[in-house]
């Protein structure tokens, strides 16, 4: 067994930070990407700054092993975007992982060699076996480092698609919109923008800045706005605070208009607009364009002969949900964790990065890492290590505790639902 790899799915920043960390320790490691390229999931928001700088955004491990290579990291007080991120940091990783890294390599399924979920004679005794296509390969451990990007939540208040949702699709987008590219989509339009995090704030602010034909209607479900805007200069990451105090003064010049306790039950169109009805029969109509950034949820059809220990709100590991409750918890306040809150019944199965948060928001880039690092610390013995905390979170400036949403319309969570804030997104202009 000991002879066999640790298989990591996914390429992206916790993916190759665990591969960086398992090349360092001298484990087999071998990271299995989906598409064609490091960050490819990175590389769909390129046009988002982030809200943390460089020194925020390099892991350790990976940062000795580049600087091996003759990497520079770059300046450590700028916030890059997306195609940044990838380009100077995701690109050069993987390129010095080399053949460790395989693109084009998408898992559809992860199971013990020879046993179902099932079955528990000789389950301990047999490796992993990791599907892509018809190839099997048996593995150690495997760190599920996917992301969740590929599972956006819909438009519809109850998880599920609203009633013509789908059929509205050619009018509907699940992410922040590249007016670089999209502006002529947008413009002079009527734009409903669905969502109370860091995405949708990020999605007006840029939307505000159109020509004045632009309308935009910001349906929130909660049911007052309350603290959506964060902690402003209270907040340590100062690009997360900016970009809030931005979009509180879009909204207080007029350019948003408000619709709260808006959750979506019906989607029609009429003449070539869309009616919008939530489940109390309000209506909102003439919308041109919907953006909805109401979160990402984990994909698990895959680990399905996996046994999984999950919480069953959350969709998390168990140890963990109540560490990152959004309930409870920002970003900021979330408790340092590592290999003992992310293992589950199946030997050897971790789910990291966003993945692990199930769907809870506003992870960041270093809780990832320090996550890996946890984790390939146990694999490699190193238990010691492991359980040792090495790191510390910006506080949001909000949040922080109990009973922070204790009235009846404040239902969403300390930090808004669920959104895109992976690793903490900023608008691209300023």
């Given at each position: ?5 640790v298989?990591v799915v ?13 090349v360092?320790?001298g484990?087999q490691?071998l ?10 999931a990175v590389?769909?928001w ?6 943390s700088?460089?020194g ?7 940062e000795?092993?580049?600087i091996?290579?003759?990497w ?6 700028v916030?890059?975007t997306g195609a ?7 690109a050069?990783?993987?390129?010095v992982?080399?053949?460790?890294v395989?693109?084009?390599a998408r ?8 046993r ?6 000789g389950?301990?005794?047999e ?5 892509v296509?018809?190839?099997r390969i048996?593995a150690?451990a ?7 990007w590929?599972s956006p939540n819909?438009?519809?208040g ?7 949702e789908?059929?509205a699709?050619?009018?509907i987008s699940?992410?922040?919109?590249d ?28 939307l ?5 034909a632009?309308?935009i ?11 959506v805007?964060?902690?402003g ?9 900016a ?5 509180q ?15 979506t039950a019906?989607?029609?169109r009429?003449?070539?607009?869309l ?7 309000h209506r909102?109509e003439g ?11 984990p994909d698990?059809s895959w ?8 919480d069953?709100?959350?969709q998390a590991?168990?140890?963990?949900a109540?560490?990152i ?5 920002s970003?900021?306040?979330v408790y ?6 992310l293992?589950h019944p199946?030997?050897?199965?971790y ?14 880039a270093l ?6 690092r ?5 694999l490699a013995g ?9 790191l ?19 239902t ?13 997104l900023a608008?691209?202009?300023?």
């Open positions: 067994m000991t002879e066999l790899p298989v996914g390429a992206g920043p916790a993916g190759l930070a665990a591969a960086a960390h398992l360092e320790r484990e490691v990271v299995l990407e989906a598409g064609d390229r490091a960050g490819a590389s769909q390129n046009h988002v700054r982030l809200f700088q460089w925020e955004l390099v892991d350790p491990a990976a000795r092993l580049l091996k290579a003759g520079v990291r770059p300046g450590g007080d916030y890059p940044e991120w990838t380009d100077h940091y995701l050069p990783l993987a390129e992982l080399g053949d460790v395989r693109f084009g898992v559809v399924g992860v199971a013990r060699r020879g179902d979920r099932v079955v528990d004679a389950r301990e005794d490796p992993l076996t990791v599907h296509g018809e190839e048996a150690r495997v760190i599920d480092a996917s992301g969740t590929g819909p438009l519809g109850d998880g599920l698609p609203a009633v013509g789908q059929a699709a050619s009018q699940y992410r922040v919109p007016l670089a590219t999209e502006r002529a989509r947008y413009a002079g339009k009527r734009i409903a923008v669905a969502g109370s995090g860091h995405s949708a704030l990020t999605a007006l602010v840029a505000a800045e159109l020509e004045p632009t309308k209607v910001w349906l929130l479900r909660r049911g007052a706005v309350g603290n805007f964060g902690g200069e209270a907040d340590q990451l100062p690009a997360r605070g970009l809030g105090l931005r979009a003064k879009a909204v207080e010049a007029g350019h948003v208009e408000i619709v709260s306790g808006f959750r019906a989607v029609e009429v003449d070539g607009k009616v919008l009805e939530s489940f109390d029969g909102v919308i041109d364009e919907v953006v909805v950034l109401t979160g990402f949820r698990l680990l399905s002969e996996i046994r999984l220990d999950l069953p709100v959350l590991p168990a140890e963990l109540p560490l409750d959004p309930n409870v918890h970003c900021g306040t340092p964790h590592g290999e003992k809150e293992r199946e030997r050897g199965v789910l990291v990065g966003m993945k692990s948060y199930g769907r809870a928001p506003t992870f960041l809780t990832g890492y320090e996550q890996v946890s984790v390939v610390a146990a190193d238990h010691e290590a492991s359980a040792r905390v090495e510390v979170l910006p506080e949001t400036g909000v949040c922080g505790g109990a009973g922070v949403f204790d009235a009846p319309d404040q969403s969570g300390c930090c808004g639902e669920p959104v895109d804030v992976t690793i903490g608008p691209n202009a300023g």
